[in-house]
């Protein structure tokens, strides 16, 4: 379990437990300005997950911020990830566009996903961002985000599939079209609302007893303070 000392609260991560991740440009400016920073920045993605123990899930690249789902199998993982893909992509622009200054927020936000409907919710809600955005009319149309293979079978050297999303079917065609029917509704939005606000305070999305189990290892709470006598709904749609 990951803490670090946060100006609003302390990140908690887990190994072993997916973690939404959204990383802003500076300002909300751009953070990628050609063809070849998304690549780089993919690439490199790819090298320190593996060499940091993350399974990437799914990713979207946005002009202004990334958002990914990932898997850490330390303490560790992530903010380490985090931060060498970070410097390794600033020093890259820095170099290619001759420029200087910040490129990222201070910090980025991180919440832990429950397995089953949360994660797949989780899923949607990455791989729709450009949808939502007005840039593309269908997540397939956008090329810089994990919906192609995770929906469309395209290969891919960085993904590497969580349990749920391998237990949709054994086999992969079916799978895709199974994981392309969670596309047929979107996400309602008190769920991206739910979604966005859990990431940026740090708390878990997920079920009560998924969240009181991380509050007992961590000793801080995971949940969103609630209305007495309101229940979390599930994730629409799964």
């Excluded at 190994?15 to 998304?38: K, M, S, T, Y």
């Excluded at 955005?133 to 995770?150: E, K, L, M, Q």
């Excluded at 054994?170 to 769920?191: G, K, N, V």
């Amino acid at each position: 379990m990951r803490y670090e000392s946060m100006t609003r609260r302390r990140r908690t991560l887990f190994p072993g437990v997916p973690a939404h991740i959204v990383q802003r440009g500076n300002n909300r400016l751009p953070c990628f300005f050609a063809l070849g920073d998304r690549h780089y920045y993919l690439g490199k993605l790819e090298e320190m997950a593996a060499l940091f123990g993350c399974a990437v899930h799914a990713y979207v690249l946005m002009d202004n911020h990334v958002h990914l789902l990932a898997t850490p199998s330390t303490d560790h993982g992530i903010s380490l990830l985090m931060k060498h893909v970070g410097q390794a992509y600033v020093q890259h622009v820095n170099k290619v566009h001759r420029r200087t200054g910040a490129l990222w927020e201070g910090r980025f936000y991180s919440s832990v996903i429950d397995s089953g409907a949360y994660l797949f919710a989780c899923h949607r809600y990455i791989e729709l961002n450009p949808v939502r955005a007005g840039i593309v009319r269908h997540p397939g149309d956008y090329p810089w985000s994990s919906y192609g293979t995770n929906a469309e079978g395209h290969p891919s050297t960085l993904l590497t599939a969580h349990k749920d999303y391998l237990a949709l079917s054994e086999h992969e065609e079916e799978r895709c079209a199974m994981y392309r029917r969670l596309f047929d509704l979107s996400l309602d939005e008190d769920s991206n609302s739910e979604i966005r606000k859990l990431t940026r305070s740090g708390l878990a999305f997920g079920s009560e007893p998924f969240r009181q189990r991380l509050a007992d290892l961590c000793g801080l709470p995971m949940s969103p303070q609630r209305q007495r006598g309101l229940t979390p709904k599930p994730p629409l749609g799964v």
